[in-house]
């Protein structure tokens, strides 16, 4: 151990994690890359050939940050979900609790491993979407921030899923129930500003607005609503992770009776 | 030498309701091998579990070498090594990494050599690069305890080492602990298998219904709550004892051709001696003896029975 800290052991759990997405490289990698390639070929070039451009931005473009968010989100969620509950479940989560490990560090190792992964796939998807439409990115220090501040997040959020799960169907229920029909409906594959006033005014209670808004300005500086509130809005969803999980450790919430 | 472990007025109290442990004292001697001895539910899991870091205590202290195990967390834990009772192994990894992880879980450095040395000792040398999954059961257990010694831990904790396990990995186990011992390794192990505990142990501590009832050095133990019986076998079976030997526990059994002595095996001697030489002078006269001692059995199942406090 280093002063304070156990980095050891911080490298020990995200290193498992890693090679235990190297191990299942198809489901990890490959399944979700090949998933967004057929919205490309669906969306982008089948159908969007016969799109208007949106704010001057063709189709097949105008839906690459919100097809990397789709996958950025439910791979955050499932990854970091996954690696705190299956431990739970095989039983093998006593060693991590009885090591010499804070809870910050614990958190640190399996939602950095999570967010590592997932941010990239999000850079395969990008590499791939290039091949399929023409791309510009005008903000790539701000592109970065959203990739990284949202797998972040939402690996936070998949870790308090993944520490509340009871069986492998709670385990999905969020991610099917919530993160799918909440992406579709955050303007992935549309603006928001398209919709009726009503329904418009409705999806600014959607968050993932916030997220495929903020992303989408950092490609073509176009955005539904407004830069510093998607920031902000990301930043309070962080927090409110965050408070959460501080909790579950303090409580011993699922993990120490 | 002080104390390794020192647990004072522990007790656990789930959110069910159910009262675990009752206001248990322990202190653990460096180097000692301490067997915890009770039936199933009687609180030794919690015990352990709460020692490290695994349950929540309601209430009471526990220090390990000095260190409180919630605010100086980090230099209890890294003196503890646990083998839980469960075979609760990851699946996909190979031994070599499962054990390479455990060790810096516990902030250690790598030492291949050192890791190397265990999984030769536990015979796993040669499974190394296997699928944990594709062990059997008892290659699983010594994957867990070579887990457990990764970190070189001055406190192990073994939980119910042996339930389930066959008598050569139980004999390895017994050796392992041993040389455990000499190394300077404290080793505390829950079982309900007397046979393991009369074995293994230094000491002993019963515990049933959340309370520690007894804790004694194995050979008080048995001395003091040890009955030892004196079977003697006579030449000429008698109808009833002579009225000579009437200041004796005497009793007949087998038709009379056995004459039996019960005694307290604290102060044996010099009454077996008085008891031989009245048996002369009565005239009654054998041709074989034996004695028998109750076991650590005997002794647990009359504790537990009794419930009482001795």
Same mark, same amino acid.
């Given at each position: 151990?280093?002063?304070?800290?156990?980095?050891?052991?911080?490298?020990?759990?995200?290193?498992?994690?890693?090679?235990?997405?190297?191990?299942?490289?198809?489901?990890?990698?490959?399944?979700?890359?090949?998933?967004?390639?057929?919205?490309?070929?669906?969306?982008?070039?089948?159908?969007?050939?016969?799109?208007?451009?949106?704010?001057?931005?063709?189709?097949?473009?105008?839906?690459?940050?919100?097809?990397?968010?789709?996958?950025?989100?439910?791979?955050?969620?499932?990854?970091?979900?996954?690696?705190?509950?299956?431990?739970?479940?095989?039983?093998?989560?006593?060693?991590?609790?009885?090591?010499?490990?804070?809870?910050?560090?614990?958190?640190?190792?399996?939602?950095?491993?999570?967010?590592?992964?997932?941010?990239?796939?999000?850079?395969?998807?990008?590499?791939?979407?290039?091949?399929?439409?023409?791309?510009?990115?005008?903000?790539?220090?701000?592109?970065?921030?959203?990739?990284?501040?949202?797998?972040?997040?939402?690996?936070?959020?998949?870790?308090?899923?993944?520490?509340?799960?009871?069986?492998?169907?709670?385990?999905?229920?969020?991610?099917?129930?919530?993160?799918?029909?909440?992406?579709?409906?955050?303007?992935?594959?549309?603006?928001?500003?398209?919709?009726?006033?009503?329904?418009?005014?409705?999806?600014?209670?959607?968050?993932?607005?916030? !997220?495929?808004?903020?992303?989408?300005?950092?490609?073509?500086?176009?955005?539904?609503?407004?830069?510093?509130?998607?920031?902000?809005?990301?930043?309070?969803? !962080?927090?409110?992770?965050?408070?959460?999980?501080?909790?579950?450790?303090?409580?011993?919430?699922?993990?120490?009776? | +030498?002080?104390?390794?472990?020192?647990?004072?007025?522990?007790?656990?109290?789930?959110?069910?309701?159910?009262?675990?442990?009752?206001?248990?004292?322990?202190?653990?001697?460096?180097?000692?091998?301490?067997?915890?001895?009770?039936?199933?539910?009687?609180?030794?899991?919690?015990?352990?579990?709460?020692?490290?870091?695994?349950?929540?205590?309601?209430?009471?202290?526990? +220090?390990?070498?000095?260190?409180?195990?919630?605010?100086?967390?980090?230099?209890?834990?890294?003196?503890?090594?646990?083998?839980?009772?469960?075979?609760?192994?990851?699946?996909?990894?190979?031994?070599?990494?499962?054990?390479?992880?455990?060790?810096?879980?516990?902030?250690?450095?790598?030492?291949?050599?050192?890791?190397?040395?265990?999984?030769?000792?536990?015979?796993?040398?040669?499974?190394?690069?296997?699928?944990? +999954?594709?062990?059997?059961?008892? +290659?699983?257990?010594?994957?867990?305890?070579?887990?457990?010694?990764?970190?070189?831990?001055?406190?192990?904790?073994?939980?119910?080492?042996?339930?389930?396990?066959?008598?050569?990995?139980?004999?390895?186990?017994?050796?392992?602990?041993?040389?455990?011992?000499?190394?300077?390794?404290?080793?505390?192990?829950?079982?309900?298998?007397?046979?393991?505990?009369?074995?293994?142990?230094?000491?002993?501590?019963?515990?049933?219904?959340?309370?520690?009832?007894?804790?004694?050095?194995?050979?008080?133990?048995?001395?003091?709550?040890?009955?030892?019986?004196?079977?003697?076998?006579?030449?000429?079976?008698?109808?009833?004892?002579?009225?000579?030997?009437?200041?004796?526990?005497?009793?007949?059994?087998?038709?009379?051709?056995?004459?039996?002595?019960?005694?307290?095996?604290?102060?044996?001697?010099?009454?077996?001696?008085?008891?031989?030489?009245?048996?002369?002078?009565?005239?009654?006269?054998?041709?074989?003896?034996?004695?028998?001692?109750?076991?650590?059995?005997?002794?647990?199942?009359?504790?537990?029975?009794?419930?009482?406090?001795?």
């Amino acid at each position: 151990m280093t002063g304070g800290v156990n980095l050891r052991a911080v490298a020990a759990i995200y290193n498992f994690e890693m090679a235990r997405a190297l191990r299942t490289v198809m489901q990890s990698v490959i399944s979700p890359v090949l998933s967004t390639s057929l919205y490309f070929v669906v969306f982008g070039a089948a159908i969007g050939q016969r799109m208007n451009e949106i704010d001057g931005v063709p189709y097949g473009a105008f839906i690459v940050p919100g097809l990397i968010m789709l996958s950025l989100l439910t791979q955050s969620v499932a990854n970091a979900s996954f690696g705190i509950y299956f431990p739970r479940f095989a039983g093998t989560i006593y060693e991590v609790l009885s090591a010499p490990v804070s809870y910050l560090e614990i958190v640190i190792a399996y939602v950095g491993a999570a967010a590592t992964k997932s941010i990239v796939i999000g850079l395969i998807i990008l590499a791939t979407a290039s091949l399929f439409t023409p791309l510009s990115i005008q903000h790539p220090f701000w592109m970065m921030g959203f990739l990284v501040l949202t797998a972040v997040t939402f690996s936070l959020f998949g870790f308090i899923i993944g520490v509340w799960a009871d069986g492998f169907e709670q385990l999905q229920v969020i991610p099917l129930l919530i993160i799918t029909p909440l992406t579709f409906l955050g303007g992935s594959f549309y603006s928001i500003d398209m919709l009726p006033p009503f329904w418009r005014t409705l999806s600014l209670f959607n968050p993932v607005v916030y !997220l495929v808004s903020g992303f989408r300005w950092s490609f073509y500086g176009k955005a539904d609503v407004n830069v510093e509130i998607s920031l902000a809005m990301t930043l309070a969803f !962080l927090l409110v992770c965050l408070v959460a999980i501080r909790w579950i450790f303090k409580t011993g919430y699922r993990l120490k009776p | +030498m002080s104390p390794i472990l020192e647990i004072s007025g522990l007790s656990k109290t789930y959110a069910s309701g159910f009262q675990a442990l009752k206001h248990v004292d322990l202190a653990i001697e460096t180097g000692e091998i301490f067997a915890l001895l009770g039936p199933n539910g009687a609180g030794k899991t919690t015990l352990i579990s709460i020692v490290c870091g695994l349950v929540n205590r309601t209430d009471g202290t526990v +220090m390990v070498a000095g260190a409180d195990i919630e605010r100086d967390y980090r230099a209890a834990r890294s003196l503890i090594g646990l083998v839980p009772q469960e075979l609760s192994t990851d699946r996909f990894e190979s031994v070599w990494d499962t054990v390479a992880f455990s060790r810096g879980l516990f902030g250690k450095p790598k030492n291949p050599a050192y890791l190397e040395k265990l999984l030769r000792d536990l015979s796993l040398w040669e499974k190394r690069d296997e699928r944990i +999954m594709a062990l059997s059961g008892g +290659m699983k257990r010594r994957v867990l305890i070579a887990k457990a010694l990764a970190h070189e831990p001055r406190l192990l904790f073994l939980d119910e080492p042996t339930a389930g396990v066959d008598v050569e990995l139980r004999r390895d186990m017994w050796r392992l602990i041993r040389e455990l011992r000499e190394t300077g390794v404290t080793v505390i192990l829950t079982t309900h298998y007397i046979e393991e505990a009369e074995e293994m142990a230094d000491r002993i501590g019963v515990i049933t219904g959340g309370e520690l009832i007894l804790v004694e050095e194995k050979a008080a133990l048995m001395a003091k709550l040890g009955r030892k019986e004196l079977i003697l076998q006579l030449c000429e079976p008698l109808s009833e004892i002579p009225a000579a030997l009437g200041r004796h526990k005497l009793e007949l059994r087998a038709g009379g051709s056995e004459l039996v002595y019960v005694y307290d095996a604290t102060r044996e001697s010099a009454d077996v001696a008085s008891l031989v030489t009245e048996l002369s002078a009565a005239g009654v006269q054998f041709r074989d003896l034996r004695t028998t001692q109750s076991s650590l059995e005997d002794i647990f199942v009359g504790l537990v029975n009794g419930g009482g406090r001795s």
